[in-house]
Every structure is written in C-alpha cells, then in structure tokens.
C-alpha cells in the first residue's frame, strides 16, 4: 500500500512539472483519436483497439499507474499486432506522468 502512494505521489508531482494546458494538448493531439476527449474511447478508431472507457471507475480502479507510463512509452502489442504506438521518441517522461495523470481526470 505504501508502495502505490509513493508512486502515485511521483506521478502527481511529476505531472505537476506539465502545464495543463500542455497536457491537454498533448492529449488531444496523441491520445484522443483513439481514447475520445472525453476518455471514453468511444471513437471509430478506440473501438477497434478496444479502448477502455476511462470515465468508468471500475476502470479507474484497475488502472495502474506505472503500467499506464510503460503502455504510453513503449506501445502496446496484443496478439502480435499494435494496439497502440509508443511515444517515446515524441514525449518527455514528464510529459508521459502527465498524461497518465490526466487519465485519472477522467474517472466520475
């Protein structure tokens, strides 16, 4: 328990170092084509790599923070086939917290 909190403090001031603005941007120009603005992964392309809906708590609550950081970083691959590509190259480690932060805007 100690050990999520921890990390969950890390990601909190990391994301802190990202404007809001910026993370904002960052979200609707690399994640909401698939995820929705809303993070309900209800677009055309999110139904088809079965985006989770991020406004539903049970989500929320199985969301896990650094998994969050590794998919967004590295991509995510199921059956050999990319569900989602990595950002890496076009996103700072800060900027990676921030968004994994902003995802948990999103619960209700």
Same mark, same amino acid.
């Given at each position: 328990?100690?050990?999520?909190?921890?990390?969950?403090?890390?990601?909190?001031?990391?994301?802190?170092?990202?404007?809001?603005?910026?993370?904002?941007?960052?979200?609707? $120009?690399?994640?909401? &084509?698939?995820?929705?603005?809303? *993070?309900?992964?209800?677009? =055309?392309? /999110?139904?088809? +790599?079965?985006? !989770?809906?991020?406004?539903?708590? $049970?989500?929320?609550? &199985?969301?896990?923070?650094?998994? *969050?950081?590794?998919?967004? =970083?590295? /991509?995510?691959? +199921?059956?050999? !086939?990319?569900?989602?590509?990595?950002?890496?190259?076009?996103?700072?480690?800060?900027?990676?917290?921030?968004?994994?932060?902003?995802?948990?805007?999103?619960?209700?």
């Amino acid at each position: 328990m100690k050990k999520n909190i921890l990390t969950l403090a890390l990601f909190v001031a990391a994301a802190m170092s990202v404007p809001a603005a910026e993370v904002k941007e960052n979200w609707d $120009k690399n994640c909401a &084509s698939c995820h929705g603005k809303d *993070g309900k992964g209800q677009t =055309k392309m /999110g139904q088809k +790599a079965g985006a !989770k809906d991020y406004t539903d708590a $049970k989500v929320q609550d &199985s969301f896990d923070d650094a998994k *969050g950081f590794k998919a967004i =970083k590295e /991509g995510v691959t +199921a059956e050999g !086939k990319e569900k989602m590509k990595p950002y890496a190259d076009k996103l700072t480690d800060d900027e990676i917290k921030a968004l994994v932060a902003y995802v948990r805007t999103f619960k209700k």
